[in-house]
């Protein structure tokens, strides 16, 4: 019976878009009812925003950007990326997470993160992935051994990191059309994005490339290579005319902070037809890390300024890696919302933190999960009340030296071994500096939002009379 209920609804999803596709501006709201009826209490905050944000405001940029969303994404992957995201990822798998963690009382992650291989065509200043050299690979079997399982644990979300994924495009491509009721996402430097793949992109329906730069030309080529911006956009030009959704990924450094973050960038963001960008701190992690790219407090503080104000203005999904904590409460690495399984298997808690205790050729993802490392995240989350600070790695080093050692987890950088010490070193300077500032903005934002919800009580209790 819950099997007719399911292809009902996503029969219905199907037929509403269609519908939505032909005047999205008016349609909108009845596409809304649609997924009250079938979403009983699941999301009940976010749907409640959602139409109160977009629905009912004709004047947000959040509806401009849904609208064009709508009008510019060919319709078989509109209805995929609908069925799968909402249906699958955030509804039915929600339940089967939630019962888990309860069993289990360990993390379960909504999304897997995987490196397909080490191997990568550019070698980007800072980057770690290239010190892993070209010979790691996770198998077609790996992937497809983890999606089964994860599947299992109520996960239908997965995200390709690398290297550079799209080396092994081929079975990117034949396990999106295995795995048809799974999103499937890229980070990709988007050079090898030809015709070709376009066309399977359209086939399987269920794939979002995420394309790499560091703002303008001058910005990319000097962290990426000459001529790597013009092959990015190049990108991202057939994608736009294949009306194939796709994002940017934008990693903020103190060299390129205010570049990557003008306005100027952004609406070309939006020009280029992008749908959401993902902007994230840099890290220094490896044995190439240059600190000195790390933003300083004024830097990072005027970073979490101007995305936000650009997401009040901007028609264009803006999200913040490390300053959005507050809205997932904290870290959300170590299965909580996250984890990542690098080429050789290893299942790390971050994609960034590379420390291990298990290896997907020895655990399942369930015992992978359970294991000291991953236990030590689920019992030290939030790693703290303010959520500007909240990596164990970056704004609380002392706590990442302490997870390593109670754990006994080693490095999974094959090339060049790091202890935390060196690691968190690091970060000691970066994480004091930052701190006042953090606490700060953190005290004005706390602030915000007591104003926020008051004004929202009075303005239920107006209408009520």
């Known amino acids: 019976m819950a099997g007719a209920t399911d292809m009902l609804k996503r029969a219905g999803i199907n037929v509403a878009l269609r519908y939505l596709q032909k005047d999205p501006e008016q349609n909108l709201g009845k596409l809304m009812d649609w997924v009250d009826r079938f979403a009983g209490d699941s999301l009940k905050v976010q749907r409640e925003y959602f139409r109160r944000e977009v629905i009912d405001n004709p004047d947000s940029n959040w509806r401009a950007l849904a609208v064009r969303v709508l009008r510019d994404t060919d319709q078989k992957i509109l209805e995929k990326a609908f069925t799968n995201f909402f249906l699958n990822a955030s509804l039915a798998g929600s339940g089967k997470r939630e019962a888990l963690r309860e069993k289990y009382q360990c993390n379960t992650p909504y999304a897997i993160l995987m490196d397909p291989t080490s191997a990568c065509n550019l070698h980007c200043t800072g980057c770690w992935a290239a010190e892993y050299g070209n010979r790691l690979n996770l198998t077609f079997e790996d992937m497809d051994s983890v999606i089964e399982q994860g599947k ?20 990117l491509i034949r396990l999106c059309e295995k795995h048809q009721d799974c999103i499937f996402m890229s980070f990709t430097n988007g050079t090898l994005i030809d015709d070709a793949f376009v066309s399977d992109i359209l086939r399987a329906a269920n794939f979002i490339p995420v394309i790499s730069v560091e703002g303008f030309e001058a910005a990319t080529d000097a962290r990426r290579g000459d001529g790597v911006y013009r092959r990015a956009v190049a990108a991202m030009e057939r994608l736009h005319r294949s009306r194939i959704p796709f994002g940017i990924s934008c990693c903020y450094t103190s060299q390129n902070f205010d570049s990557i973050i003008s306005e100027e960038f952004y609406d070309q963001m939006i020009a280029w037809g992008a749908s959401f960008v993902w902007y994230f701190h840099y890290m220094p992690v490896g044995k190439d890390a240059v600190p000195s790219l790390m933003p300083n407090p004024d830097q990072r503080a005027e970073i ?18 490390q300053n959005d904590g507050e809205f997932v409460g904290g870290c959300i690495a170590g299965g909580r919302r996250y984890l990542h399984i690098n080429a050789n298997g290893d299942m790390d808690p971050c994609v960034f933190i590379h420390y291990s205790d298990s290896n997907i050729h020895e655990k399942t993802l369930l015992e992978g999960l359970r294991s000291p490392l991953f236990q030590a995240y689920h019992d030290g989350q939030p790693f703290n009340d303010n959520h500007l600070r909240p990596c164990p790695m970056l704004e609380n080093p002392e706590l990442l030296r302490q997870i390593v050692g109670k754990t006994g987890a080693h490095s999974t950088d094959l090339e060049a071994p790091e202890s935390a010490e060196d690691l968190c070193a690091r970060c000691d300077a970066y994480a004091a500096a930052w701190r006042p500032e953090a606490d700060e903005l953190w005290e004005k934002r706390l602030e915000e939002k007591q104003e926020i919800l008051a004004a929202r009580a009075r303005e239920a209790a107006a209408k009520a009379r």
């Open 152 to 171: 299992e644990l109520g996960v239908y979300f997965y995200i390709y990191t690398g290297g550079e994924p799209l080396v092994r495009k081929k079975d």
């Open 304 to 321: 979490f300024r101007r995305i936000r104000a650009y997401r009040g203005t901007k028609a264009l999904f803006g999200m913040d890696f």
